[in-house]
Every structure is written in structure tokens, then in C-alpha cells.
């Protein structure tokens, strides 16, 4: 099985949104990402910001990826 460019920018992206999304619904309850607890420290809503801001990344790096043209 050969791994190319397209299966590794979906799976980036992939894992950008779920980073995003659920450190948006694990600040709800309180909770942090310990590598992430520095953008908590610029306020509330730039971090809610820049959490959005990775989720809609991740979903654009994934569908980019997939509708590149392929390769030869």
C-alpha cells in the first residue's frame, strides 16, 4: 500500500478538525488541552476564535485533498 500527498494532507486535516472541535466542546465543561492551554491565556473569545478557525482549517484541508486532481 503506498501512502501519497492526498492521504496525508486528509489525514492532517482530519486531525486539525477533531483538535478544533473538541477542544471547543471540552472548554464547555471546563476542560483544556494541555498543549493548546496557552491560547486560553489570550481571552475567551480569541480562543474560541482560533479553535473554530482549526476545525474550519481541517475541513478544508480535507476537501481540498480530496478533490486535487490525482497524480501520475
Known sequence: M???????????????????MMSIFLSLIGVRFSFLSFIENWGGY???????????????IVYIAQTSTPEK
Open 2 to 20: 503506498k501512502i501519497n500527498k492526498s492521504d496525508l494532507l486528509t489525514l492532517a486535516g482530519f486531525i486539525l478538525f477533531l483538535l478544533g
Open 46 to 60: 480569541i480562543a474560541f476564535g482560533v479553535k473554530l478557525f482549526m476545525a474550519i482549517m481541517g475541513i478544508v
